[in-house]
């Protein structure tokens, strides 16, 4: 066993010269930049940022050409990379009434102050695959301007609903300072968690199972009945109050997607019938992630709105638990990794049972 | 100083802080190499980079939840004749807070204020507002008009 351990160190070495040769590819075909990575793959830029937990373009696209597209390896190069830099504080909470829409839809009303707005989305496209883009140096093809920009005051369409007391309302609560919120990257998770630290959990958490949980809602786990209330994707500035100025500043501007469902609510004795709000927020272009995160925010109200829990999507620990993939890689992973000493004791152990009933066996045979 | 006055040096700063923190690099050097002639500084910080946990609201306004970090770079420089200025920009460019330190410091100055707003900081704004409007109309253009469709059944 200690043997094993102390030959690995070579081996080790032209492993990671292997990888390093295989990243590359053929030398014969052109290196990836990050420039291409960030403009060309915007969208795996966009997933790593967001489940890095981490707004940087040039970063996350290092992170992708490093794991060779493997984008759960990239993600964990952000996280890893993160833990190196000093925190200056918590921004004011973003406005994303006041985004710079790329994208604005809605699928409960169809007319609304602003209007729909498509984007750059692959929706309607018919998934065909597009052989001219097999072809290089083709002329990319100009998107339309309209003569007029998108509206500057676009309301929130929840709001609509909210004027007539239709929909619970969303206001901050009592205590309204950066510091009273749950931090997942400073404290660990503990249950019951609050709506703030399930909302940061689900932001940084895998899509595909946020998606997955998100899915099962609709299929009647948890079923909750949501639309889509309404999706924008765009820019939001960041405000940063720094100690030594004492006032706000902004430092820039992010793109984020959200999404807010509208879902159903019976009312109670107490309260009448409402309708009750499930949220998704993001780091980047991932309209998919943020519908899913806002399915599965909702049914993990469940305890707040006194709905019976019996869907895996209900349960926060199940779902807090698992939703992270560094979390999960590392550990689903580790098993591949030398276990010589544990397996040993396994092996003896079994031996020894096999042994052990093989003897009963035998005198039960003699006995007889 | 009025309180007043303060707020609105306040607002005039935090503007053109925006203005810095978003203009490119390549623009901020352009700029320096016109107006940063001979003007000496010495850093009070040297920039370093870090990050600033976002925050966003649950359903848009409700309770605050911590989004995801954000990498910034800040910096504090001083002229030589004592005006101080700050930086801190996203990303991890630290020449740009550099130059949006030492601009912020010349803004602040009586003798070059007025003219750096005229000269680098206007012109930086428009440029960032068109780059804005261009993309905002490139939206406005996939915008569903529902009403073609209901007028086409009237004819029909």
């Known amino acids: 066993m200690y043997v094993a351990v102390k030959g690995g160190e070579k081996a080790i070495e032209n492993a990671h010269r292997y990888l390093a040769e295989e990243r590359r590819g053929d030398p014969a075909i052109e290196e990836l930049s990050l420039k291409q990575i960030t403009e060309q793959l915007s969208h795996a830029v966009s997933r790593v940022m967001a489940e890095g937990s981490l707004f940087d373009r040039e970063l996350a696209a290092l992170a992708i050409k490093q794991a060779r597209g493997d984008l759960i390896e990239a993600i964990f190069l952000i996280r890893a990379y993160r833990t190196t ?11 994303t009434a006041d985004m710079a829409l790329d994208r604005r839809v809605s699928a409960t009303f169809k007319d609304l102050p602003g209007g729909q707005i498509l984007g750059p989305t692959f929706d309607y496209t018919h998934r065909l695959l597009d052989f ?24 929130r369409v929840l709001e609509l609903l909210n004027k007539e007391g239709l929909i619970e309302a969303a206001v901050p609560g009592e205590s309204d300072e950066s510091s009273s919120v749950g931090d997942l990257t400073r404290e660990p998770l503990e249950f019951p968690a609050g709506r703030d630290v399930r909302l ?20 009647g786990y948890a079923r909750n009945h949501a639309f889509v209330g309404e999706i924008r994707i765009g820019h939001v500035a960041v405000e940063f109050v720094p100690e030594e100025l004492g006032f706000a500043i902004e430092i820039g501007d992010i793109l984020v997607s959200e999404c807010e469902t509208v879902n159903q609510f019976q009312g109670s004795k107490k309260v009448p019938a409402q309708f009750t709000r499930g949220y998704g927020l993001a780091f980047g272009h991932c309209e998919r992630k943020v519908i899913a995160m806002a399915l599965v925010d909702r049914a993990l109200r ?23 993939n560094i979390q999960a890689t590392g550990f689903v992973e580790h098993i ?4 010589y000493v544990d397996f040993q004791s396994e092996l003896e152990l079994v031996r020894r049972l096999r042994a052990n009933a093989l003897r009963t066996q035998t005198t039960l045979e003699a006995a007889e | 100083m009025s309180k ?29 190499m016109r107006e940063g002639e001979g003007v000496d500084y010495a850093f009070l910080r040297p920039p370093e980079t870090g990050l600033v946990m976002t925050q966003g609201r649950a359903d848009g306004t409700g309770q605050r939840f911590n989004l995801g970090e954000m990498t910034v770079t800040r910096c504090a420089v001083r002229l030589s004749d004592g005006m101080i200025g700050h930086a801190y ?17 010349l803004l602040q100055t009586s003798s070059a204020g007025e003219d750096i707003q005229a000269r680098v900081i206007r012109p930086l704004a428009d440029k960032f507002d068109r780059a804005r409007e261009a993309r905002s109309r490139k939206a406005a253009a996939t915008k569903v008009d529902f009403y073609t469709m209901v007028r086409g059944e009237d004819t029909a």
């Open chain 1, 85 to 95: 830099l000093p925190r200056f504080g918590y921004s004011a909470p973003i406005n």
């Open chain 1, 132 to 155: 001219a883009l097999a072809a290089e140096g083709l002329e990319a093809e100009q998107a339309k301007e309209a003569e007029e920009a998108v509206d500057e005051d676009v309301p």
């Open chain 1, 200 to 219: 940061q959990n689900l932001a940084r958490g895998d899509e595909g199972f946020i998606l997955s949980l998100g899915y099962s809602t609709q299929r």
């Open chain 1, 302 to 324: 469940a305890d707040e709105l006194g709905e019976e829990k019996s869907a895996p999507v209900q349960d926060e620990e199940f779902v807090l638990s698992h939703s992270d």
């Open chain 1, 336 to 339: 591949k990794l030398p276990h």
């Open chain 2, 4 to 32: 007043g006055k303060t707020e609105n040096n306040h607002e005039a700063r935090r503007c053109w802080m925006g203005v810095l923190a978003r203009a490119s690099v390549d623009d901020l050097e352009q700029h320096w």
């Open chain 2, 89 to 105: 920009v996203k990303g991890r460019d630290r020449r740009h807070a550099e130059l949006a330190a030492a601009f912020d410091a």
